[in-house]
């Protein structure tokens, strides 16, 4: 079946503008998480989402941004007033239920702020 | 929260050696402990998983070790091959809620020479 998908793929913007990044999870897949990475780095987690709610937002760095989640389906992920230093790839996964299995990755949005 | 280290950053064999790659964690409570290898441009992919009730786990080429005790494990492949050229990650998961919230070490790159 179809993976999870991510839109754009690319995305660059200005400095100071708002961009919003796109998840379609695997079908049925309750759990959804973003991750950040970048540049030779690690993955960051950001926030994961239970159905529709979002029980850990504590990754997100600051208040410009934002996720959220609709139909149990495809979530966004908005950078508001986006700075330089939000330039990476973002990386949304998901899996089917609970905890303990296997996340899976979505090809990444690569965000570059001039 | 949990912290994973990673080690080594790099590290290369020659085709056919067997190559190591240890982390460990911090928080005594994680229970899952996958491994992801990404190639370049591409995103993470499952390899193998290991959960705390299990010390070791094998498939094919591939082995992952856990010691709860000293909250470590290790990822171990024979036989390399130039397609194994990725990096590495491995992860904990922290519990909490349903949905597991994965840490993520930093990363090792893996060159296979010829």
């Known amino acids: ?114 | 929260g949990e912290n994973v280290e990673q080690h080594p950053s790099t590290l290369s064999v020659q085709e056919g050696d067997s190559a190591v790659i240890k982390c460990t964690y911090s928080d005594s409570a994680s229970n899952y402990f996958p491994w992801y290898k990404q190639e370049l441009g591409k995103r993470p992919q499952l390899i193998i998983d290991i959960r705390s009730n299990v010390g070791e786990k094998k498939d094919q080429r591939i082995a992952v070790t856990l010691n709860k005790t000293a909250k470590h494990f290790s990822l171990h492949i024979t036989e390399t091959q130039p397609e194994d050229s990725a990096v590495y990650f491995c992860a904990a998961s922290e519990k909490g809620g349903t949905a597991s919230k994965l840490t993520f070490g930093t990363g090792t790159r893996l060159q296979v020479t010829l």
Do not use: M
Request: glycine share 10%; charged share 20%; with cysteine.
């Open chain 1, 1 to 114: 079946g179809a993976g999870v998908s991510q839109s754009p793929s690319n995305k660059v913007t200005e400095k100071g503008k708002d961009v919003e990044l796109r998840c379609d999870p695997i079908s049925g897949h309750t759990a959804l998480y973003w991750y950040r990475q970048s540049l030779g780095q690690g993955l960051e987690f950001l926030i994961y989402f239970q159905g529709n709610s979002a029980p850990d937002k504590s990754g997100l760095p600051s208040d410009r941004f934002s996720a959220e989640r609709t139909g149990g389906s495809v979530s966004t992920l908005t950078i508001q007033r986006t700075q330089q230093e939000d330039s990476a790839v973002y990386l949304c996964a998901s899996s089917p239920q609970l905890a303990n299995y296997e996340q899976y990755f979505g090809p990444g949005t690569r965000l570059t702020v001039t």
